[in-house]
């Protein structure tokens, strides 16, 4: 398994290596997103209460759609950011963006 290592010599000089292979650059970038985008959707509020909550019809259906359309958003966005990943050499994976919709007014 490859690694990413950054490091910094007596003389002061830095040097950047990395050993990962595409397919391990790109799992990792997707692992990364993957948290991000669960840590979005808990950040607006959309946890399993309110998903539960949500599908027993405890919320209000304009609550429901705003948050159905928020994650539904993220999904969109994280396909497209996969699309671009897969398209990225090893190289380039690291500064492929992830653009996330934002989060929906009032939460």
Same mark, same amino acid.
């Given at each position: 398994?490859?690694? /990413?290592?950054?490091?910094?010599?007596?003389?002061?000089?830095?040097?950047?290596?990395?050993?990962?292979?595409? +397919?391990?650059? *790109? +799992?990792?970038?997707?692992? !990364?997103?993957?948290?991000?985008?669960?840590?979005?959707?808990?950040?607006?509020?959309?946890? #399993?209460?309110? *998903? !539960?909550?949500?599908?027993?019809?405890?919320?209000? *259906?304009? #609550?429901?759609? @705003?948050?159905?359309?928020?994650? @539904?958003?993220?999904?969109?966005?994280?396909?497209?950011? /996969?699309?671009?990943?897969?398209?990225?050499? !090893?190289? +380039?994976?690291?500064?492929? *963006?992830?653009? @996330?919709?934002?989060?929906? +007014?009032?939460?």
């Amino acid at each position: 398994m490859g690694s /990413k290592n950054y490091h910094k010599s007596l003389d002061g000089s830095y040097s950047f290596s990395d050993t990962r292979t595409i +397919e391990e650059a *790109q +799992e990792e970038n997707l692992e !990364r997103i993957c948290e991000l985008i669960t840590d979005k959707i808990l950040e607006a509020g959309y946890d #399993e209460v309110w *998903q !539960r909550n949500a599908a027993l019809g405890v919320i209000s *259906q304009d #609550e429901v759609e @705003a948050g159905r359309s928020f994650i @539904a958003n993220l999904r969109t966005a994280y396909h497209d950011y /996969k699309a671009r990943l897969l398209t990225a050499t !090893r190289d +380039e994976a690291d500064a492929v *963006q992830f653009v @996330a919709p934002p989060v929906p +007014e009032g939460i």
